[in-house]
C-alpha cells in the first residue's frame, strides 16, 4: 500500500544586493507568501496532470514523471491538489535572491521558474528581483484549457516586483512539495438543525469559516478555535454572510497587500471548491506550524517576511483524518504576532497608495 503525502506549499527567500557595491536599505525590500493545500479533495492523479499542460510552466521532477507513466498512480485519488503557493518579492533597487526552504518529513515536487532540488530542500539560487523586468502577463496563461494554471495567473495578477530565474521572468515563485501532514478538523451535520465543528490538532486554527452542502456564495463564521475545542452552528439563529467578504476580512489582519489578498481569496474560491456539494471548511493554520513545516534559510533576512497558509477542506461531513499521521509540534519555532486588526491594510515598498 503506498503511503499517503499531503501536497503542499510554502515559499521563503533571502535577499541578497545586487553587485553594485552599493548597501541595500532594510526598508526597500520584503517578501510575502500566499499558499494553501487541499483536503479530501475527490481527484485522480490523472485528472489533476491533465489540468496542467505537459509543457508546464512547472519544473516536473521524477515524483511527476512517474505519476504520468504510472497506471496505479494515475487512478490514485490525490488527497490534496498540488496547487501553486507564491512567493512574491517587493523591491524599490534590484537585487539577486538566495532561498532554500526545506520539507520537514517530505519532498519538493515541481516548481517554476527555476530550482534545485536537494533531497527535503530546493533552492533558488541567484533570483534577479528587479522593477525595471517586464512583467509576465496574466493572459498568456490559458486557464480555461489548463484550469491548473489559474493560480500562477493570480500571482501575475498581484503586482509584485518581477523576478527573473535561469532567464525566465515570472511574476513570483512558485512551488509544490509533499509532506506526511494531518491536519484534524472534522464536521458532524446535525440534520437540519446545524454543524458541529471539531478541531483536534495540536494548534489553535485561524478563521474558520464553515460553507453549507449546496451553497455558493454564503457561509457561516466560526473564527479562532483553540486545540480540542467544537463550535456549534444553529441555523435558525446564526446568520451567513458572503464568502468572500469573510475571506477578506480575515486576511486583512494577516499583514498581506490588498493586491495579495485578492488573489489569494480568487484562488481559494476556485470552481472546483465552490461547486463541491459537500460541507467546506476554510481554516488559516497558525505561522509557527507553517513554519515548523517548511524551515527557512534566509540570508541575510528581510525587512518583513509574512507567510500565510490556508486550508480548504472539501466533503468536511465525510471527511475522517488520518490517526497515524503525525502533528507539527509547533513548540520549537518562534511564534510570530500579526497585523491588530485595528490597523489599516498595508502597502507595498516604494508606493505612494495601497495597491
Not at 30 to 52: A, C, M, P
Not at 321 to 350: H, L, M
Request: proline share 12%; glycine share 8%.
Amino acid at each position: 500500500m503506498r503511503p499517503i503525502l499531503l501536497a503542499v506549499g510554502a515559499l521563503a527567500v533571502a535577499f541578497v544586493p545586487a553587485a553594485t557595491g552599493q548597501e541595500t536599505n532594510p526598508t526597500e525590500f520584503e517578501v510575502h507568501e500566499i499558499g494553501y493545500l487541499d483536503l479530501n479533495r475527490k481527484q485522480t492523479v490523472k485528472g489533476w496532470l491533465g489540468s496542467v499542460p505537459r509543457s508546464t510552466p512547472m519544473q516536473a521532477t521524477e515524483v511527476m514523471a512517474m505519476w504520468r507513466d504510472d497506471t496505479e498512480w494515475r487512478d490514485t485519488p490525490v488527497p490534496p491538489t498540488p496547487r501553486d503557493p507564491a512567493l512574491l518579492f517587493y523591491a524599490t533597487r534590484p537585487l539577486v535572491a538566495q532561498v532554500t526552504v526545506g520539507f520537514r518529513g517530505g519532498a519538493p515536487v515541481a516548481w517554476w521558474p527555476s530550482a534545485v532540488p536537494n533531497g527535503r530542500q530546493l533552492h533558488f539560487a541567484n533570483v534577479q528581483v528587479n522593477p525595471a523586468l517586464h512583467p509576465a502577463r496574466p493572459e498568456a496563461l490559458d486557464t480555461v484549457k489548463y484550469p491548473g494554471l489559474a493560480p500562477l495567473r493570480h500571482v501575475r495578477e498581484a503586482g509584485a516586483t518581477p523576478v527573473r530565474v535561469n532567464n525566465r521572468t515570472e511574476g513570483g515563485l512558485v512551488y509544490e512539495g509533499m509532506l506526511p501532514f494531518n491536519p484534524r478538523l472534522t464536521v458532524r451535520q446535525l440534520r437540519r438543525e446545524g454543524f458541529e465543528v471539531r478541531n483536534d490538532t495540536p494548534d489553535t486554527m485561524h478563521d474558520v469559516i464553515l460553507i453549507p452542502g449546496g451553497e455558493r456564495e454564503r457561509g457561516y463564521l466560526v473564527g479562532d478555535m483553540a486545540p480540542g475545542t467544537r463550535f456549534w452552528i444553529r441555523l435558525a439563529d446564526t446568520e451567513a454572510h458572503p464568502v468572500a467578504d469573510l475571506i477578506d476580512l480575515h486576511l486583512r489582519r494577516t499583514g498581506l497587500f490588498p493586491k495579495e489578498i485578492v488573489a489569494l481569496r480568487k484562488t481559494l474560491l476556485s470552481a472546483d471548491f465552490v461547486l463541491d456539494p459537500g460541507v467546506r471548511l476554510l481554516a488559516r493554520l497558525p505561522r509557527a506550524a507553517w513554519d515548523a513545516c517548511f524551515p527557512l534559510t534566509i540570508q541575510p533576512a528581510p525587512r518583513q517576511i509574512v507567510r500565510v497558509g490556508v486550508v480548504r477542506l472539501f466533503d468536511a461531513a465525510g471527511y475522517r483524518p488520518v490517526t497515524t499521521a503525525n502533528p507539527v509540534d509547533p513548540a520549537d519555532v518562534p511564534q510570530r504576532g500579526e497585523t491588530p486588526a485595528s490597523e489599516p491594510v498595508p502597502t507595498p515598498p516604494g508606493t505612494a497608495g495601497a495597491r
